[in-house]
């Protein structure tokens, strides 16, 4: 029985690191197989401590993974406590779905779809501890590019909430308006009307401030994030670092804003440090209201590392947020860094090259092909059928002269790097 308890080990910490070294697109099919051993499940989704985008990843039953939004990931992922285990039911297509929910340490969240019960939750939230901090390194290590399609992404998706909005509350407006004329004798009816009309606009703008909820940070939350995610990297290093804290009353970070700073900041910790003579990081955070201002100072001998990989790709990070670095190297007295991200993104550029010779309807499916949507989700969203889209897909691919989604989000956001540039 001991051969056999250690036998299983041995397996589960093969497993294990098969799991944290596989590459990204086969890290939920390893996960899956790692954790089936403890509670067997139908399928899971995984969903990185920074969730901008496109660090959601699956595997199993393609209802369930594609059938649980981000909206509904991003709200379990921010009300789980860390490090904890938890069952509950999702309404997924309309069909009640158990899930358990494991959140880790550093935030990252875990579901498993339909877990059997087995009692062995604990030990599948142990190995998604360590499970989670390579999936928080590969969301780490997404290219800066990345970066440019969330905040482009979360532009139009704000325009388009907020042109919703004031479509629906002058329409609404408007009826309540007609409704309260004394031309109308029909009391009753004009009460009744007014009041569907008054929900309706309580109902919109609860929406809108629901959104905004879910793709904004605090940006103090932010910062002590910031706080948890240093320690494991300064843990085994002769290194301090010194936070000073951010108002209490800073504007919220949106999401993929607060993720790319975290990214920054480590990385330019990483950049300070390779000078041995490093022994200290000063930390500070900062909002005027429209930018974010991360200030960071070291104590060396402020000695020039200008082809330091991490300082080129922390560079390449805040260009991708629209941002711009200040560098100071003062001899003798250390390196200065003065970073600022602005907190809006980028207006939708609406226009594409002439040349691309695009219809409207074509620039619209481009768009949303660019941001990851499928043709079930365009659809929905502009009105039309899959069928549809297809012809559009088709016609773009055709004027773009590339093959594949891959290639045209590729060649757009090429585009929209220029005009950010």
């Known amino acids: 029985m001991a051969d056999g308890g250690v036998d299983a080990t041995a397996d589960t910490l093969r497993a294990l690191v098969e799991t944290v070294t596989a590459p990204a697109h086969a890290l939920a099919e390893r996960l899956s197989l790692l954790v089936s051993a403890f509670v067997p499940h139908d399928a899971l989704i995984v969903l990185a401590a920074d969730a901008s985008g496109g660090h959601r990843v699956g595997a199993g039953a393609a209802r369930f993974v594609g059938g649980v939004s981000y909206l509904v990931l991003d709200e379990l992922r921010r009300t789980g406590m860390p490090d ?3 069952r509950t039911t999702l309404d997924v297509d309309g069909v009640g779905v158990e899930v358990l929910q494991l959140t880790a340490r550093n935030g990252a969240l875990l579901l498993l779809a339909e877990p059997r019960p087995t009692g062995d939750e604990a ?13 928080q390194d590969l969301a780490d290590a997404a290219p800066p590019l990345y970066l440019q399609l969330a905040r482009a992404s979360s532009g139009e998706r704000m325009e388009a909430l907020t042109e919703l909005s004031d479509e629906y509350s002058t329409t609404l407006e408007t009826v309540l308006a007609a409704l309260r004329s004394a031309s109308l004798d029909d009391a009753a009816a004009r009460a009744s009307a007014t009041a569907v009309a008054a929900e309706g606009l309580v109902h919109l703008r609860t929406a809108s401030d629901r959104v905004r909820a879910f793709t904004e940070e605090p940006v103090t939350t932010a910062f002590q994030r910031l706080r948890d995610d240093l320690r494991p990297l300064v843990r085994y290093r002769d290194i301090e670092v010194q936070f000073v804290e951010p108002p209490v009353d800073g504007r919220p970070l949106p999401s993929e804003v607060a993720h790319g700073a975290r990214a920054v900041v480590r990385g330019s910790i990483l950049a300070l440090i390779e000078n041995p003579h490093v022994g200290r990081v000063r ?8 930018n974010l201002l991360i200030d960071m100072r070291d104590d060396g001998r402020g000695e020039a590392v200008d082809d330091s990989i991490q300082l080129q790709l922390t560079r ?4 991708a947020l629209g941002g711009h670095l200040t560098r100071h190297v003062t001899p003798g007295w250390g390196t200065e860094m003065a970073i600022v991200i602005p907190l809006d993104p980028p207006r939708s550029a609406g226009g594409v090259p002439v040349a691309w010779a695009l219809r409207p309807r074509e620039v619209d499916v481009l768009q949303r092909l660019a941001a990851g949507r499928r043709n079930r989700d365009i659809a929905a969203e502009l009105s039309i059928s899959e069928n549809t889209v297809k012809f559009h897909v088709a016609g773009v691919y055709r004027k773009l002269g590339v093959q594949s989604r891959a290639e045209a989000t590729a060649l757009y956001l090429s585009r929209m790097g220029s005009a950010l540039s």
Do not use: E, F
Request: hydrophobic share 50%; with cysteine.
């Open 283 to 290: 930390v500070q955070w900062d909002c005027d209201g429209t």
């Open 123 to 135: 030990v599948v939230l142990d190995l998604w501890n360590v499970v989670a901090l390579r999936v």
């Open 316 to 319: 390449d990070r805040i260009h």
């Open 84 to 86: 904890s285990a938890r």
